[in-house]
């Protein structure tokens, strides 16, 4: 299908990358959302390239596939991308080999190891600040000190909340603002929204934002992510934004549907608007 320019029209043409969240759009906790395990598989089986993206940044990649497993959905490990993934991606290429204070579980450490950053509290070139369900208020102080003697301000991503089986907990966000309220320091957050995890999960499928759909349960991160890096964008109302609370917003999806049920009949074929 082509415009009235004779360009390509980009709403119609084939997909032939899917970024999809993962809380929200495949589980909920422990939970799998009915249709999410043959959405994957539909994708593995077709032409088409993936990967799952979460702001968690507990996780390593291998404990996230072997969770979403466990769940009944198989994710291969090298097809989950997380905002430690990203954030550490993010350091690498801003000061290869650097130095930081972390205030994080594994899937943070990890992932800056093995860019080959040292994790010291002695003079860090950054004060890195991911998810944990155990925030210390040692830590925490130990942060807004080397803020304060001049350290970088990294956080993996702005959520203020996470979710639980009890209910909500504290997440990066509202820590990053207690910090902020202490020192004065704004962080840098990598994680959704900002369009730099997105372009670095486009980087490494080595894909294209115009052949690229991203789906999510969230305006404010997904659907916001997915508009600022060009892609065409899926909200599914499976998680946190009701269908109530899509037009609060300045900006809409491409297409919005219940599930990720409803998705599972659009891969490889033409992305309509409606």
């Known amino acids: 299908m082509t415009t009235k320019d004779g360009g390509s029209d980009r709403s119609t043409r084939p997909v032939e990358t899917w970024l999809t969240d993962m809380d929200g ?24 390239s993936f990967m799952v993206l979460t702001n968690n940044s507990i996780f390593t990649p291998r404990d996230l596939r072997a969770r979403l497993l466990g769940s009944g959905i198989d994710v291969p490990e090298d097809a989950i991308w997380t905002s430690a993934l990203a954030t550490a991606q993010f350091l690498h290429d801003q000061r290869p080999g650097g130095t930081a204070y972390v205030v994080g579980e594994a899937g943070l450490t990890t992932a800056l190891h093995e860019i080959g950053y040292v994790i010291t509290d002695r003079d860090p070139d950054y004060v890195v600040l991911g998810e944990t369900r155990t925030y210390s208020f040692e830590a ?33 966000g ?3 603002a207690l910090i902020s309220t202490a020192t004065g320091r704004q962080p840098y957050y990598v994680g959704k929204p900002n369009p730099l995890m997105m372009r670095s999960a486009l980087n490494r499928l080595d894909a294209h934002s115009e052949t690229t759909v991203m789906v999510g349960d969230r305006m404010d991160t997904d659907v916001k992510a997915g508009l600022e890096s060009g892609l065409r964008t899926v909200l599914v109302l499976t998680g946190s934004t009701s269908k109530e609370e899509v037009d609060l917003h300045p900006y809409g999806p ?3 549907h219940d599930s990720v049920a409803d998705l599972v009949d659009l891969v490889g074929k033409e992305f309509p608007t409606d």
Do not use: C, M, Q, W
């Open 140 to 172: 925490i102080t130990k942060a807004i000190r080397l803020l304060e003697n001049g350290a970088r301000f990294i956080a993996t991503n702005p959520d203020p909340s996470g979710p639980s089986k009890e209910g909500k907990l504290p997440a990066t």
């Open 254 to 256: 491409t297409r919005v």
């Open 25 to 48: 759009v495949l589980v909920h906790e422990e939970e799998p959302i009915p249709g999410a395990a043959e959405f994957i598989e539909k994708l593995k089986s077709s032409d088409v």
């Open 174 to 176: 509202s820590v990053a």
